[in-house]
């Protein structure tokens, strides 16, 4: 297959094969509106700031052009790279003229800027030259060419990137050389360039970018990342990967690495590769993960926690970790077929990644807690969305998934087509052509009509999502409800998800969710804002058994969505200065809320994650209390 997709990932082998982003088209729904404004306001936005956070101007220095200093952080190239990927998948999706000019014009800076034997890398060449590959427990200089290569990869797949592979291959000629041939084992404490690797062999079926991508990842946990003070957890060098066990230290660093773990199985058939990954996924999702999807508990580190440790207040929840996850859970998907890995990747889509982006596309999180207090610090990543931020990782990696979504929505196998993500548009593959008319996550109805097919018997799957009863619908034991027939153009087949809101209650052993319940509605988790509540958040509570009634509303800011209205009451406000603990007995300890008919009775409403901080930029919260 790796020959003739023109998208992200193109692997030799697997259960399921991926589509090319002009093979599907979103036509409206969240996800539609969004490439919309992605197009119109995201990547001019951040083509902008190519210029602005010293990207391109750095690239310049190096390549002996302009005046100034060194604009950003080591890793500020790959800003670049993020927004060429971005620009390359919209190209795809939408063909026009002036993304294939900003391809050539930054290929053309970067063949400037490299250095005779491969290396490129604008921090390293005009702050410290003499320390190249010196420091790579934190240098990023993998981290960048792994980027490098993705948008190479993308440009080529997208027909215009020509001198921007050719960069590419001489910067992965020059890690072969150094890395594989001459012997050196250095890593680079930020897994990216294993994964990336990978793909540009998909793309060029030079073995050597292969080999060297399973160099690395086999060469993690051997103590040869440095420690300069985080320790071996934070970059994954404590155990080799096939022993670790649970995912640890930075969250994007794991997860990239993870997708570079799977893309390595995927192109040689090592078992052990898939197995390891796949049981630090079950052990991630059931201990690890917030409801959202979202993925590290420790804003030291950027880390994962501890098992079941997931704060709402104190969740990190990276919008990069959102997008690594996403990207891992799709070659898990495409290596097994099963959809417990689609299921995880509608929850973080539809929320952790959602809620990083504005309503209107120009204000990006950084970091994506689950609850907001009226006394929360707010420095540059937390807080509201900003415009842009210094270490600016998040914003043109956003745009690159958004541009390449369609590539997420549907595969094909030997059997016909089947659909993960539902979504209103149009759907080609293998001869086939199916349009999907759905006002999905708002309404559960999802409609699919025949209007192309070669003739002869072929399955359609349909992902039952996890939180749906399957009703007349049963599952198979990967989790799609298959439909076999010799289909005829015209012919439809529809689908009803069951999108009764559902209260939901944390695992026991989540120690700082205990008495809290959250909200949920089909794929969509449910906040509560300070502008929503008539009673005030602070001291809201939900009362036990309570009913969760539906309203479709259109706000200010925000747009259209689906209100969910809970009953709830209104608990004494604190005295000011009241102790944060008191002693009680064992006959009230159970009892501390006091009787319902002591609190005043009241509605909470709570509108869904990703359309948060579009209004007043007050309270939140996921997670309230029960009484």
Not at 132 to 139: F, P, T, V
Not at 289 to 317: C, K, Q
Request: aromatic fraction near 10%.
């Amino acid at each position: 297959m790796s020959g003739f997709v023109r998208g992200p990932l193109a692997p030799s082998t697997g259960a399921q094969w991926p589509l090319s982003i002009d093979d599907v088209e979103i036509h409206g729904g969240p996800f539609g509106r969004w490439q919309r404004i992605n197009r119109e306001h995201s990547i001019p936005l951040g083509l902008e700031q190519m210029e602005r956070s010293g990207a391109v101007p750095n690239l310049r220095l190096a390549a002996g052009e302009g005046e100034g200093t060194f604009q950003g952080y080591r890793f500020q190239d790959s800003d670049l790279y993020k927004q060429l990927e971005a620009v390359a998948w919209e190209q795809c999706r939408l063909p026009g003229d002036a993304y294939p000019a900003f391809i050539a014009e930054s290929a053309a800076l970067l063949a400037r800027a490299q250095r005779p034997d491969g290396y490129l890398n604008s921090h390293y060449q005009m702050v410290k030259p003499d320390l190249i590959y010196q420091e790579l427990e934190y240098s990023h200089e993998m981290y960048c060419a792994g980027h490098l290569f993705q948008a190479a990869v993308a440009a080529a797949r997208a027909g215009c990137g020509e001198e921007l592979l050719a960069v590419a291959r001489r910067f992965a000629d020059h890690l072969v050389q150094r890395f594989l041939r001459d012997g050196d084992d250095g890593i680079d404490g930020h897994p990216e360039v294993e994964t990336a690797l990978v793909e540009l062999y998909r793309l060029t079926r030079e073995r050597s970018y292969l080999e060297l991508a399973a160099k690395l990842i086999d060469n993690r946990g051997k103590g040869l990342i440095a420690d300069k003070g985080m320790g071996p957890l934070y970059a994954q060098d404590h155990l080799p990967v096939r022993e670790a066990g649970t995912a640890v230290g930075h969250a994007v660093r794991q997860l990239y690495l993870e997708a570079g773990i799977v893309d390595v199985y995927l192109e040689t058939g090592d078992e052990s590769l898939l197995e390891c990954s796949v049981r630090r996924w079950e052990d991630l999702v059931a201990t690890k993960t917030a409801i959202t999807g979202g993925h590290g508990s420790r804003h030291d580190g950027e880390a994962f926690g501890e098992r079941y440790e997931l704060p709402p207040d104190r969740s990190y929840n990276e919008s990069c970790a959102a997008i690594a996850s996403i990207h891992w859970n799709w070659r898990l998907l495409l290596a097994t077929g099963h959809g417990r890995y689609a299921d995880l990747i509608e929850r973080t889509l539809y929320n952790a990644f959602a809620a990083s982006t504005s309503a209107d596309g120009t204000r990006f999180f950084y970091v994506n807690p689950l609850q907001r207090r009226a006394d929360l610090f707010e420095d540059a990543y937390l807080g509201r969305r900003r415009e842009w931020f210094a270490c600016a990782c998040c914003p043109p990696n956003i745009m690159r998934l958004i541009s390449s979504l369609g590539h997420y929505v549907a595969t094909a196998d030997a059997e016909g087509l089947s659909v993960h993500q539902y979504m209103p548009g149009t759907i080609r593959a293998g001869g086939v052509t199916l349009d999907v008319e759905t006002d999905y996550p708002w309404d559960g109805r999802v409609r699919f009509t025949v209007r192309e097919t070669p003739g002869g018997a072929w399955t359609l799957k349909l992902r039952i999502p996890a939180w749906s009863p399957p009703g007349a619908l049963t599952p198979d034991d990967n989790g799609y409800t298959r439909i076999r027939r010799d289909w005829e153009p015209g012919e439809t087949f529809t689908i009803d998800l069951d999108l009764t809101p559902r209260l939901v209650l944390p695992h026991r052993r989540i120690d700082a969710l205990r008495g809290c319940a959250a909200i949920e509605r089909g794929p969509l988790v449910y906040c509560f804002e300070q502008i929503d509540q008539e009673a005030g958040l602070d001291d809201l509570a939900l009362v036990p058994g309570t009913r969760l009634r539906a309203v479709e509303r259109d706000l200010p800011g925000v747009g259209r969505t689906v209100l969910i209205e809970a009953e709830a009451v209104r608990l004494p406000p604190a005295p000011p200065g009241e102790p944060p603990y008191a002693a009680t007995t064992a006959t009230t300890a159970t009892t501390a809320s006091g009787d319902l008919r002591d609190h005043a009775p009241a509605t909470a409403t709570a509108v869904p994650y990703y359309q948060w901080d579009n209004r007043d930029g007050g309270l939140m919260r996921v997670w309230i209390p029960l009484v």
